[in-house]
């Protein structure tokens, strides 16, 4: 294809969404000549009414932009008001142009329905983020704030200062440690307090736009005994008077001792006005709002005077007091203080609101509500601190606390563990029930689809990050903009590329093209795809598939008999990745740019990537096959961890987090000395052997590919590009390729030794992300060996087994998910430009043993569950995350071949 049309083909596609013509979709001819083009952002939600700062990924063609290129950015409306952003790199193709780029925007850049990137130097900040890098701790300016971060000690925060005030000290971590759990009505068990102990600080970005600072360490009790290793991450932007925090712990226990009794962050907040002038605040369900003083006015048998009330409720300075009734100034010290106040989410469906004049008396109920924001404020009219928690009803039991606010200070807590929901339980559900061998732990394979096997349902090494934002404002808010900042809290504005910039960049292996519902057949699958996202959406609503360790995840099969997922039964119950969900859906998001798939993809990537994956221990970087609990399937594998469950996100919004979660794995072939995947069940004797480790070259070699690749293009790592490029190389040198099954792989040179000729084809071998690694492969790496294996594969997979015994020696034996192998055959069409093939793999979409046409493909009101719920018996999680990727991949690749 020729430069020129290549340029209309990619022109055409960003306009209409159409599917190019069979040969070009997965063409890579060099786009060096290419101008960088402009593109015009947009908010994932609507636009916001207050942001903290935003961080957002834009992709860019191969070739098309130089690494030095510098990016400015516009406003749209009006005079195109140029906005100050940093710009960093992400990602880089071979050729070392830029592949995906980060861009950070401020609280104080004007707030547009729109904005438009192109190249050129950016606005500065007014008031840009600076960074002092001290011995003993490090201060971050943000031209409103002044944080100080310490690197010793238990002190995260030491101070945070607005001006000359001191708005917050003494930011730390809290843990309570509860040694056993009480299974009886007695309640004899102690409970030991841990701080955080700060071991490292980095300053990983210095400005002028976004800084960012990374603690490590670990909860330290006074005894010196420590427990759940943290990282932290403050965020700063220019002009923001709030910090960001993502807060990641590491689950150090093996489950069965040392149960969580509480987990939170805390600071002090010096309290310097009157009683009467410090006001409290919590956000409920939506935007109702707790407007409370510590020493009320208002209510009393005597009124102190309209304006005073007036002022009270407002959250503004009251008039002084000798302008009040003096039957009620007279009478202050009369009038409780109510200096704490509790309120606590203990499931998805309540929280209630609580509080007391000070420790040692009673507890006044307030109210009750559903869903509260996770937003509060403790201050006064000379400044305090509002607090937020990121899906704080999603992940309960959570609570916030205030206390002592009629004092000299108030502490506030945020706590991502409730102490009042009582120990986090981690103990296996089950005692084993005698399957203490491989062929008794085979039958219970048979009987409850769990892989059981004793000591491997441990959760020693899961993890789990949250993200909080902390204010310090110079007085009281007003109810709209609590009401603002709590929605930040809630839905943290983003901006995004639109659909078809994304496709046009042709990331990802090029393997989606936006929406497109121009022909009866496309709509009709179109229909088919928003039925399927819309009803996993609905599911997780109405069986509450919430909690602190289950929210993002969703069940695997229904049970049609008791009308509910399989959630007390072996490997039917929670996914855990199984067959790609996390794929279907942020494959669906790059296409539609739709935020409520964005948001429900997120929340899957940040469960999966932290609860359903080992990040210390001697699993680590493996993940467990699904389960009742997410941690107990005795299948630790690479096909969980997978990087490419994460790629999509972490290039999308340049989360830090996400990226230490791909970086982990860049070493993870080294557990393959640990644990064999296959252990069970083979029939020759193996140790593993550093030189000659057995590695399926499937959901194995697709993970740690994933890995590699993703770790070369963020900064050219030489040791992953070696063993990325190695492995492929003595793959492809294999007689039958991707059809061996397995090889043996030597750890030092990343080289697979030679195989014999062999046939081994397993259904799940592609199915867990190696058709998109392996389409990114091909397009990133010129090596014509290992593209005519891959495609051999996708070729015979679905073949006839007469043509796969002709080819390779043997048929391939009785296969299943061929709709889901259906998007292979489609790859091979357009790579070998085979038009028979393009529509062989319709037929197979359509015909295969998947969701066929005739379904329902509607859900039924069903009233007599425990909730009331939508019910769809035919649907379940592995055949709807392959029928989704199939669609997609197979309309982007031959949608003009559809019939």
Not at 321 to 330: K, N
Not at 388 to 394: E, K, L, N, S, V
Not at 516 to 528: C, F, G, H, N, V
Not at 697 to 725: C, F, N, Q, V, Y
Request: proline fraction near 5%.
């Amino acid at each position: 294809m020729s430069e020129l049309t290549r340029r209309n083909a990619l022109k055409g596609m960003a306009v209409t969404g159409a599917a190019l013509p069979l040969a070009s979709m997965l063409d890579s001819p060099a786009l060096a000549a290419l101008d960088v083009p402009d593109v015009r952002l947009r908010w994932l939600e609507d636009k916001p009414a207050e942001t903290p700062g935003t961080t957002w990924g834009v992709p860019w063609p191969k070739g098309a932009v130089a690494k030095e290129q510098a990016f400015a950015l516009t406003a749209d409306g009006g005079a195109a008001a140029p906005v100050p952003m940093q710009t960093w790199p992400l990602a880089y193709w071979p050729d070392g142009s830029l592949k995906w780029t980060a861009h950070a925007i401020s609280p104080e850049a004007p707030v547009a329905e729109a904005y438009t990137l192109r190249p050129g130097t950016a606005a500065a900040p007014a008031r840009p983020v600076t960074v002092k890098d001290d011995k003993q701790y490090v201060d971050v300016d943000t031209g409103v704030i002044r944080v100080r971060v310490r690197k010793n000690g238990t002190d995260l925060i030491s101070q945070i200062w607005r001006g000359e005030t001191e708005i917050a000290r003494q930011g730390r971590l809290v843990s309570l440690r509860q040694g056993r759990i009480d299974d009886g009505d007695d309640r004899t068990v102690e409970v030991d307090s841990y701080l955080s102990d700060i071991a490292k600080v980095v300053v990983e970005q210095s400005g002028p736009v976004r800084a960012v600072v990374r603690v490590e360490g670990r909860h330290t009790s006074k005894k010196g005994r420590s427990w759940l290793p943290f990282t932290i991450r403050l965020y700063f932007y220019a002009g923001a008077e709030s910090v960001r925090m993502t807060h990641t712990f590491v689950f150090d226990r093996d489950g069965q001792h040392d149960f969580v009794a509480g987990l939170g962050v805390r600071f002090r907040v010096p309290m310097r006005d009157e009683a009467y002038n410090r006001h409290v605040r919590f956000v409920g369900d939506g935007h109702g709002l707790l407007t409370e003083a510590v020493k009320g006015i208002t209510g009393l048998r005597r009124d102190p005077g309209l304006p005073v009330r007036q002022a009270q409720v407002a959250g503004k300075k009251l008039p002084d007091l000798a302008t009040w009734d003096t039957r009620v100034s007279s009478r202050l010290p009369l009038i409780p203080d109510w200096g704490d106040y509790t309120l606590s989410q203990l499931s998805s469906e309540g929280f209630t609101l609580k509080k007391r004049t000070r420790k040692g008396y009673g507890w006044v109920a307030v109210d009750q509500g559903k869903r509260a924001s996770g937003f509060g404020y403790v201050g006064g009219t000379s400044g305090g601190l509002a607090f937020g928690m990121r899906d704080f009803w999603q992940r309960h039991p959570t609570q916030l606390d205030i206390r002592g606010a009629a004092g000299d200070e108030a502490e506030v807590t945020v706590w991502l563990w409730s102490p009042e929901a009582g120990p986090m339980d981690t103990r296996f559900y089950h005692d084993g029930l005698g399957m203490d061998t491989y062929p008794e732990q085979i039958e219970g394979l048979n009987i409850t689809y769990e892989d059981y096997e004793p000591g491997f349902g441990t959760p020693l090494g899961i993890a789990r990050t949250t993200e909080l934002t902390f204010w310090a404002v110079a007085a009281t808010p007003d109810a709209a903009r609590l009401a603002a900042m709590a929605d930040a809290v809630r839905t943290p504005p983003l901006i995004v590329a639109p659909p078809a910039h994304l496709a046009a960049a042709k990331v990802f292996g090029g393997l989606f093209s936006p929406v497109d519902r121009s022909t009866a057949e496309k709509k009709t699958i179109e229909d088919r795809l928003d039925f399927l996202f819309d009803f996993y959406r609905g599911q997780v609503e109405q069986r509450h598939w919430y909690g602190f360790w289950d929210h993002g995840d969703i069940m695997h099969t229904f049970d049609e008999d008791r009308h509910v997922w399989r959630y007390d039964i072996g490997g039917y119950a929670w996914d855990n990745s199984e067959l790609s969900p996390d794929l279907w859906l942020w494959y669906a998001y790059l296409r539609s740019g739709r935020s409520d798939i964005f948001r429900f993809a997120e929340a899957m990537t940040r469960h999966t990537g932290e609860v359903d994956v080992y990040h210390l221990g001697p699993w680590a970087g493996l993940g467990s096959r699904h389960n009742v609990q997410h941690w107990g399937c005795s299948a630790k594998q690479q096909r969980i961890s997978t990087a490419v469950y994460r790629r999509i996100f972490y290039f999308l919004t340049a989360d830090e987090r996400t990226g230490d979660l791909m970086r982990a794995l860049v070493d993870s072939d080294k557990t393959f000395l640990a644990i064999d995947p296959l252990r069970k069940i083979r029939t020759e004797p193996y140790t593993p052997d550093p030189t000659a480790l057995a590695i399926g070259l499937g959901t194995d070699w697709s993970g740690l590919a994933a890995a590699w690749l993703t770790e070369w293009e963020r900064g050219g790592d030489p040791i992953a590009e070696k063993k990325l490029k190695a492995t492929m190389r003595t793959i492809a040198a294999m007689p039958n390729g991707f059809v061996t099954g397995e090889g043996l792989y030597n750890i030092n040179t990343g080289e697979f030794a030679a195989a014999q000729k062999k046939v081994s084809v397993s259904h799940l071998s592609a199915m867990f992300g190696q058709v998109e690694i392996c389409a990114e492969l091909i397009d990133l790496i010129e090596m014509p060996d290992f593209e005519r294996a891959w495609l051999q594969y996708c070729r015979l997979f679905n073949a006839p087994k007469a043509e796969q015994a002709a080819e390779t020696g043997a048929d391939f034996g009785n296969l299943i998910l061929k709709q889901g192998h259906s998007r292979l055959t489609a790859y091979a069409a357009v790579r070998l430009q085979r038009d028979d093939l393009a529509a062989r793999a319709w037929t197979e979409f359509a015909t295969g043993d998947g969701y066929a046409p005739n379904l329902p493909w509607k859900s039924e009101k069903l009233t007599t569950t425990l909730n009331p719920t939508d019910e769809a018996v035919w649907v379940s999680t592995n055949t709807t995350a392959l029928y989704g990727l199939a669609a997609i991949q197979n309309l982007a690749l031959v949608g003009d071949r559809i019939r």
